[in-house]
Protein backbone atom coordinates (compact mmCIF):
# COMPACT_ATOMS: atom_id res chain seq x y z
CA UNK A 1 0.00 0.00 0.00
CA UNK A 2 1.93 2.86 -1.26
CA UNK A 3 -0.28 5.29 1.15
CA UNK A 4 -1.52 7.27 -2.06
CA UNK A 5 -6.01 6.72 -2.58
CA UNK A 6 -7.63 7.05 -5.64
CA UNK A 7 -11.39 6.97 -6.56
CA UNK A 8 -13.25 5.92 -8.48
CA UNK A 9 -11.37 2.92 -9.31
CA UNK A 10 -13.95 2.77 -12.14
CA UNK A 11 -15.93 4.49 -14.16
CA UNK A 12 -17.46 4.06 -17.55
CA UNK A 13 -19.29 7.12 -18.94
CA UNK A 14 -20.50 8.65 -22.47
CA UNK A 15 -18.83 11.23 -24.85
CA UNK A 16 -19.68 14.68 -24.14
CA UNK A 17 -19.82 13.97 -20.24
CA UNK A 18 -17.34 15.18 -17.27
CA UNK A 19 -16.21 13.23 -14.79
CA UNK A 20 -14.07 14.08 -11.61
CA UNK A 21 -11.51 11.76 -10.56
CA UNK A 22 -10.36 12.26 -6.76
CA UNK A 23 -6.70 11.73 -5.20
CA UNK A 24 -5.74 11.67 -1.34
CA UNK A 25 -1.98 11.94 -1.43
CA UNK A 26 0.33 10.17 1.06
CA UNK A 27 0.20 11.66 4.61
CA UNK A 28 2.73 14.71 4.29
CA UNK A 29 3.42 14.56 0.97
CA UNK A 30 2.93 18.34 -0.56
CA UNK A 31 3.33 17.51 -4.04
CA UNK A 32 0.75 15.91 -6.45
CA UNK A 33 1.20 14.73 -9.68
CA UNK A 34 -1.50 13.27 -12.62
CA UNK A 35 -0.35 11.19 -15.13
CA UNK A 36 -2.69 9.27 -18.02
CA UNK A 37 -1.48 5.82 -19.18
CA UNK A 38 -2.99 4.78 -22.34
CA UNK A 39 -1.60 1.97 -24.53
CA UNK A 40 -0.50 3.55 -27.40
CA UNK A 41 0.97 6.56 -25.29
CA UNK A 42 2.48 4.85 -22.39
CA UNK A 43 2.49 6.75 -19.05
CA UNK A 44 2.27 11.10 -20.04
CA UNK A 45 2.76 13.50 -17.66
CA UNK A 46 -0.25 15.72 -17.37
CA UNK A 47 0.58 18.40 -14.46
CA UNK A 48 1.85 18.87 -10.89
CA UNK A 49 0.36 20.48 -7.97
CA UNK A 50 2.88 21.47 -4.36
CA UNK A 51 0.75 23.50 -1.58
CA UNK A 52 -1.87 24.13 -3.57
CA UNK A 53 -0.27 25.69 -6.53
CA UNK A 54 0.02 24.20 -10.26
CA UNK A 55 4.15 23.97 -10.62
CA UNK A 56 4.28 22.27 -13.17
CA UNK A 57 2.13 21.35 -16.77
CA UNK A 58 2.69 18.17 -19.08
CA UNK A 59 0.60 17.66 -22.27
CA UNK A 60 -2.57 18.15 -20.72
CA UNK A 61 -5.77 18.93 -22.72
CA UNK A 62 -8.01 22.07 -22.02
CA UNK A 63 -10.78 19.90 -21.71
CA UNK A 64 -8.60 18.87 -18.70
CA UNK A 65 -8.47 20.94 -15.51
CA UNK A 66 -6.89 20.24 -11.85
CA UNK A 67 -6.71 21.63 -8.33
CA UNK A 68 -5.08 20.93 -4.98
CA UNK A 69 -7.52 21.78 -2.18
CA UNK A 70 -5.71 23.31 1.03
CA UNK A 71 -6.02 19.61 2.60
CA UNK A 72 -3.73 18.43 -0.23
CA UNK A 73 -6.25 16.44 -1.72
CA UNK A 74 -6.41 17.10 -5.67
CA UNK A 75 -9.15 16.73 -8.50
CA UNK A 76 -8.85 15.97 -12.11
CA UNK A 77 -11.34 17.20 -14.17
CA UNK A 78 -12.00 16.05 -17.28
CA UNK A 79 -15.10 17.45 -19.64
CA UNK A 80 -16.19 16.71 -23.32
CA UNK A 81 -15.02 13.42 -23.32
CA UNK A 82 -13.71 11.37 -26.00
CA UNK A 83 -13.35 7.82 -26.80
CA UNK A 84 -9.89 8.38 -27.05
CA UNK A 85 -9.61 10.09 -23.21
CA UNK A 86 -9.97 6.69 -22.13
CA UNK A 87 -7.44 5.53 -20.47
CA UNK A 88 -5.70 5.00 -16.74
CA UNK A 89 -5.32 7.90 -14.72
CA UNK A 90 -2.81 7.66 -12.07
CA UNK A 91 -2.05 10.06 -9.23
CA UNK A 92 1.27 10.19 -7.27
CA UNK A 93 2.61 12.52 -4.45
CA UNK A 94 5.88 13.48 -3.29
CA UNK A 95 7.28 14.68 -0.41
CA UNK A 96 8.11 18.08 -1.75
CA UNK A 97 10.32 20.50 -3.57
CA UNK A 98 13.84 21.44 -2.20
CA UNK A 99 17.42 20.73 -2.51
CA UNK A 100 16.96 18.12 -0.31
CA UNK A 101 14.34 15.87 -1.53
CA UNK A 102 15.61 13.12 -3.32
CA UNK A 103 12.31 11.17 -3.11
CA UNK A 104 10.09 8.88 -5.83
CA UNK A 105 6.84 9.42 -6.51
CA UNK A 106 4.35 6.98 -4.92
CA UNK A 107 1.29 6.35 -6.95
CA UNK A 108 -1.96 5.04 -6.74
CA UNK A 109 -3.68 2.18 -8.36
CA UNK A 110 -5.08 4.46 -10.65
CA UNK A 111 -8.72 5.34 -12.13
CA UNK A 112 -9.51 3.40 -14.90
CA UNK A 113 -11.58 5.37 -17.24
CA UNK A 114 -13.71 4.01 -20.38
CA UNK A 115 -15.45 6.37 -22.28
CA UNK A 116 -18.47 4.68 -24.66
CA UNK B 1 14.68 19.04 -22.48
CA UNK B 2 14.68 15.89 -20.69
CA UNK B 3 13.89 12.08 -21.91
CA UNK B 4 14.09 8.26 -21.74
CA UNK B 5 14.21 5.62 -24.15
CA UNK B 6 13.62 2.40 -23.44
CA UNK B 7 14.76 0.19 -25.75
CA UNK B 8 12.78 -2.90 -26.50
CA UNK B 9 8.74 -2.81 -25.62
CA UNK B 10 9.02 -6.77 -24.98
CA UNK B 11 11.39 -8.70 -23.73
CA UNK B 12 11.52 -12.60 -22.73
CA UNK B 13 13.49 -14.16 -21.15
CA UNK B 14 13.96 -18.15 -19.50
CA UNK B 15 13.10 -18.11 -15.47
CA UNK B 16 16.65 -18.15 -13.94
CA UNK B 17 18.15 -16.11 -16.90
CA UNK B 18 20.01 -13.08 -16.77
CA UNK B 19 17.13 -10.37 -17.11
CA UNK B 20 18.50 -6.83 -19.10
CA UNK B 21 16.35 -3.71 -19.68
CA UNK B 22 17.90 -0.90 -21.16
CA UNK B 23 17.27 2.92 -20.32
CA UNK B 24 19.51 5.50 -21.57
CA UNK B 25 18.08 8.95 -20.94
CA UNK B 26 18.71 12.85 -21.92
CA UNK B 27 19.14 15.61 -19.30
CA UNK B 28 21.10 18.60 -19.44
CA UNK B 29 21.74 18.76 -16.31
CA UNK B 30 22.63 15.84 -13.74
CA UNK B 31 19.63 12.74 -12.96
CA UNK B 32 17.64 11.45 -10.77
CA UNK B 33 17.34 8.46 -12.00
CA UNK B 34 14.20 5.66 -11.38
CA UNK B 35 12.85 2.05 -12.02
CA UNK B 36 9.41 1.28 -10.96
CA UNK B 37 7.57 -2.31 -11.88
CA UNK B 38 3.57 -2.14 -12.48
CA UNK B 39 1.60 -5.24 -12.13
CA UNK B 40 -1.53 -6.13 -13.27
CA UNK B 41 -4.04 -3.68 -12.64
CA UNK B 42 -1.86 -1.97 -10.14
CA UNK B 43 -0.21 1.12 -9.65
CA UNK B 44 4.03 1.58 -10.26
CA UNK B 45 6.19 0.54 -7.58
CA UNK B 46 9.67 1.97 -6.84
CA UNK B 47 12.36 -0.76 -7.72
CA UNK B 48 15.20 1.34 -6.82
CA UNK B 49 16.53 5.07 -7.40
CA UNK B 50 20.11 7.11 -7.81
CA UNK B 51 20.47 10.10 -6.93
CA UNK B 52 24.09 10.50 -5.93
CA UNK B 53 26.90 8.45 -5.03
CA UNK B 54 27.21 5.03 -5.57
CA UNK B 55 26.68 4.20 -9.50
CA UNK B 56 25.79 0.83 -8.46
CA UNK B 57 22.40 0.91 -6.73
CA UNK B 58 20.55 -2.09 -5.79
CA UNK B 59 16.83 -2.44 -5.25
CA UNK B 60 13.94 -4.56 -4.00
CA UNK B 61 13.43 -8.45 -5.58
CA UNK B 62 17.20 -8.58 -6.62
CA UNK B 63 17.08 -5.81 -9.02
CA UNK B 64 20.25 -3.66 -9.67
CA UNK B 65 20.95 -0.94 -12.13
CA UNK B 66 24.21 0.78 -12.98
CA UNK B 67 24.28 4.52 -13.65
CA UNK B 68 26.98 5.33 -16.39
CA UNK B 69 27.43 8.83 -17.34
CA UNK B 70 29.50 8.53 -20.09
CA UNK B 71 26.97 6.19 -21.81
CA UNK B 72 23.90 8.25 -20.69
CA UNK B 73 22.34 4.67 -19.67
CA UNK B 74 20.34 3.29 -16.62
CA UNK B 75 20.20 -0.25 -17.64
CA UNK B 76 18.17 -2.81 -14.83
CA UNK B 77 19.27 -5.93 -14.22
CA UNK B 78 19.07 -9.14 -12.17
CA UNK B 79 20.71 -11.74 -12.28
CA UNK B 80 18.15 -14.92 -12.23
CA UNK B 81 14.79 -14.17 -13.72
CA UNK B 82 12.01 -15.40 -11.66
CA UNK B 83 8.29 -16.28 -12.89
CA UNK B 84 7.19 -13.82 -10.53
CA UNK B 85 9.50 -10.93 -12.04
CA UNK B 86 6.61 -10.59 -14.88
CA UNK B 87 5.43 -7.49 -15.21
CA UNK B 88 5.94 -4.03 -17.15
CA UNK B 89 8.99 -2.13 -16.19
CA UNK B 90 10.01 1.78 -16.38
CA UNK B 91 12.68 4.01 -16.34
CA UNK B 92 12.05 7.62 -14.74
CA UNK B 93 14.04 11.01 -15.12
CA UNK B 94 14.09 14.01 -12.86
CA UNK B 95 16.34 16.56 -12.49
CA UNK B 96 18.37 16.94 -9.22
CA UNK B 97 16.86 20.67 -8.80
CA UNK B 98 14.70 23.03 -10.46
CA UNK B 99 11.38 21.59 -11.72
CA UNK B 100 10.34 18.30 -10.47
CA UNK B 101 8.58 16.45 -13.47
CA UNK B 102 9.45 13.27 -14.10
CA UNK B 103 9.62 11.98 -17.53
CA UNK B 104 9.05 8.05 -18.03
CA UNK B 105 9.84 6.07 -20.60
CA UNK B 106 7.63 3.74 -23.13
CA UNK B 107 7.55 0.85 -20.44
CA UNK B 108 9.27 -2.80 -21.19
CA UNK B 109 6.60 -5.63 -20.54
CA UNK B 110 9.16 -8.51 -19.15
CA UNK B 111 7.84 -11.85 -19.58
CA UNK B 112 9.32 -15.05 -17.89
CA UNK B 113 9.10 -18.53 -19.58
CA UNK B 114 9.02 -21.68 -17.57
Known amino acids: DSGVTQTPKHLITATGQRVTLRCSPR?????VYWYQQSLDQGLQFLIQ???????AKGNILERFSAQQFPDLHSELNLSSLELGDSALYFC???????????????FGEGSRLTVL | AQSVTQLGSHVSVSEGALVLLRCNYS??????LFWYVQYPNQGLQLLLK??????LVKGINGFEAEFKKSETSFHLTKPSAHMSDAAEYFC????????????FGTGTRLKVLA
Open chain 2, 50 to 55: YTTGAT
Open chain 2, 92 to 103: AVRKASGTYKYI
Open chain 1, 92 to 106: ASSVGLGTVNTGELF
Open chain 1, 49 to 55: YYNGEER
Open chain 1, 27 to 31: SGDLS
Open chain 2, 27 to 32: SSVPPY
